[in-house]
């Protein structure tokens, strides 16, 4: 049995069922969860992100938020905050593009949201020789203006899982059947205003929600800045479960071995969306990742990596594009989203295929 297993087997004992929600977030963030404990990234660890795949994206990524720094007219100071950089890839592709601007190093304060110890002691060998100004928080600073990526974090926050039953929705939780963690329902229903048939499964990420409204709140107030959000998930609210394990690159039981897998469940972007435009601010997307990408030039820069490379790299490169782009099995072009939160309306690069209601 695992440390987080004997944790909760005795919360449990001591104190009933946990929500699906306290469950997730214990066998993520426990001392002895997975990101305390497990190197998830790269083909060692249990998945590979976008950035990891190729410096394409962090790249696009990087010429992204430098356009939208630009287009706001260079405000100074500024914070350029990554949630959950994991190794630093992202953030390292980002500042070699905006480091393209001198004016962009000096005006700007690089924020790195990370509670684990261990990633920020990898992050701070692979960016401190990047930028000089660099600092580390357990959440995103808005007390001046910012520019934030988020590229595969809202997945981790923790989801609520509520489940229809005789007309009425009731929470799903986790308990024990004898020695083993087993799924079950809370006896009390939930209030909450939505018809479907029995047996369906609903999501909610009221930590998700409420992190996009404070960040949009900040970015009205300044009047500058922006959030780009890249994720997993889907456009519009849907019934069903998506909590997912993931451990060694493939699916596992979601409550096989706690702490030692890596949990997550597609984010809801109308959701998210909703959240920020309650905040006042403008949501644009969600869209493809791969039209995101495509539009703010990937084939292009695809095609200038190429031009110097032998026949071997060059169907690599192809391989990368398809696999940033693409729709296929295994691609993550059309499974990802991109969603881009701004204090104003005006309609960032990449964005031109779907916009908000109303705009």
Not at 16 to 38: H, I
Not at 285 to 298: E, K
Not at 311 to 328: C, K, N, S, Y
Request: aromatic share 8%; net charge negative.
């Amino acid at each position: 049995m695992t440390p987080v297993a004997e944790r909760l087997h005795r919360r449990i004992a001591q104190a009933g069922p946990v929500t699906v929600a306290e469950y997730m977030s214990t066998c993520l963030t426990d001392p002895d969860g997975y990101y305390a404990r497990r190197e998830p990234f790269g083909s060692a660890g249990d998945f590979i992100t976008a950035p990891e795949i190729s410096q394409m994206f962090g790249e696009i990524v990087g010429a992204f938020v430098l356009d939208r720094w630009i287009a706001d007219g260079r405000p100074a100071p500024f914070d350029l905050v990554e949630l959950g950089p994991g190794r630093g890839t992202l953030m390292r592709d980002v500042l070699r593009v905006c480091a393209t601007d001198p004016r962009f190093v000096a005006a700007s304060r690089v924020v790195l949201v990370e509670a684990s110890d261990r990633l920020r002691q990898v992050q701070r060998r692979s960016l401190a020789p990047l930028h000089p100004n660099i600092a580390w928080t357990d959440r995103p600073p808005t007390e001046r203006p910012f520019y934030l990526v988020a590229n595969e974090f809202f997945d981790a926050l923790p989801v609520r899982q509520l489940v229809r039953r005789d007309g009425r929705w009731f929470e799903r939780v986790v308990g024990l059947t004898g020695d083993a963690l087993a799924f079950g329902l809370s006896p009390f229903p939930i209030p909450f205003a939505a018809e479907a048939e029995d047996g369906a499964v609903r999501e909610l990420r009221p930590a998700a929600d409420a992190l996009v409204a404070s960040l949009a709140r900040a970015l009205v107030t300044h009047d500058v800045g922006a959030a780009l959000v890249v994720d997993y998930g889907y456009a519009a609210a849907e019934s069903g479960e998506t909590l997912q394990a993931v451990r060694g690159h493939a699916y596992v039981d979601v409550l096989d071995r706690p702490g030692e897998s890596d949990l997550s469940a597609h984010v809801d972007f109308g959701a998210l969306a909703a959240a920020a435009r309650t905040a006042r601010a403008h949501t644009h997307g969600p869209v493809d990742q791969g039209d995101f990408l495509v539009a703010l030039g990937l084939l292009q820069r695809a095609g200038a990596l190429g031009s110097r490379a032998s026949a071997d790299e060059r169907a690599m490169i192809e391989a990368v594009v398809r696999r940033l782009a693409g729709d296929g099995e295994g691609e993550m072009g059309t499974l990802f989203k991109a969603l881009a939160i701004t204090p104003r309306p005006a309609t960032p690069p990449g964005f031109a295929v779907v916009n908000e209601p109303g705009d």
